[in-house]
């Protein structure tokens, strides 16, 4: 079951990184195969134990919502695997509850916001992720340190790059903060104000 979820969850990844360059698609042989994917993954959500570690079973959960949302009528997501969305999304949001994050990072870019007199919402929720900053319900803003890049690279990780093409599908504005970004708060706040302009009406936090 580990090598299954593994496996779709990285061939999802790999597509995040195919169809970034619109002039990609998904071509018919990788479908076919993910498809064979995804029906293994159907028939171990059926089984009594399915997916005994909750880290397989939040990956082929992220999976299938990525999967579903590119509206590629190619791409199977059968009866089986929605009906195990909407059972462990609630799971899933109430699990996030338990690893909200609150880092120097991103305290110091809350004060940016704070200063532009933005009104804004932290740790926001989504079915797929939290967020880090969301203003005006349509900003987002994730603050990302060292560890979610590939080695020293400004390369974005396999899952946040997912995260990151999922939200702007879903039709968010998107802006990823490197972490060395923060050591000139002057540019950053500078193109932070440029993004997104003029204040936006109280929304509440």
Same mark, same amino acid.
Request: charge should be positive; glycine fraction near 2%; aromatic fraction near 12%.
């Given at each position: 079951?580990?090598?299954?979820?593994?496996?779709?969850?990285?061939?999802?990844? =790999?597509? =995040?990184?195919?169809?970034?360059?619109?002039?990609?698609? @998904?071509?018919?042989?990788?479908?076919?195969?993910? *498809?064979?994917?995804?029906?293994?993954?159907?028939?171990?959500?059926?089984?009594?134990?399915?997916?005994?570690?909750?880290?397989?079973? @939040?990956?082929?959960?992220?999976?299938?919502?990525?999967?579903?949302?590119?509206?590629?009528?190619?791409?199977?997501?059968?009866?089986?695997? @929605?009906?195990?969305?909407?059972?462990?999304? *609630? +799971?899933?949001?109430?699990?996030?509850?338990?690893?909200?994050?609150?880092?120097?990072?991103?305290?110091?870019?809350?004060?940016?916001?704070?200063?532009?007199?933005? /009104?804004?919402?932290?740790?926001?929720?989504?079915? #797929?992720?939290?967020?880090? #900053?969301?203003?005006? /319900? *349509? #900003?987002?803003?994730?603050?990302?340190? %060292?560890?979610?890049?590939?080695?020293?690279?400004?390369?974005? =990780?396999?899952?946040? +790059?997912?995260?990151?093409?999922?939200?702007?599908?879903?039709?968010?504005?998107?802006?990823?903060?490197?972490? /060395?970004?923060?050591?000139?708060?002057?540019?950053?706040?500078?193109?932070?104000?440029?993004?997104?302009?003029? %204040? +936006? %009406?109280?929304?509440?936090?």
């Amino acid at each position: 079951e580990r090598y299954i979820s593994e496996l779709i969850f990285s061939t999802s990844i =790999c597509l =995040c990184d195919l169809i970034e360059d619109s002039k990609n698609k @998904i071509d018919d042989e990788l479908t076919k195969e993910l *498809n064979i994917l995804l029906s293994k993954s159907s028939e171990l959500i059926t089984e009594t134990n399915m997916f005994k570690n909750q880290a397989d079973k @939040i990956r082929i959960y992220k999976s299938l919502i990525y999967l579903r949302n590119l509206n590629d009528k190619r791409i199977i997501i059968d009866d089986i695997q @929605i009906k195990f969305i909407q059972v462990f999304s *609630n +799971f899933y949001k109430m699990n996030m509850e338990r690893v909200l994050t609150d880092s120097n990072l991103q305290r110091n870019f809350e004060k940016i916001l704070n200063e532009l007199d933005y /009104k804004y919402q932290s740790e926001v929720k989504t079915d #797929f992720s939290i967020v880090d #900053f969301m203003v005006n /319900k *349509n #900003f987002i803003f994730e603050v990302n340190g %060292p560890s979610h890049y590939v080695g020293l690279s400004n390369f974005l =990780c396999g899952k946040d +790059f997912m995260k990151e093409r999922f939200l702007i599908k879903r039709g968010f504005r998107f802006r990823n903060v490197f972490h /060395k970004e923060m050591l000139n708060r002057i540019k950053l706040k500078e193109d932070v104000k440029k993004l997104i302009g003029d %204040p +936006f %009406p109280d929304l509440g936090r």
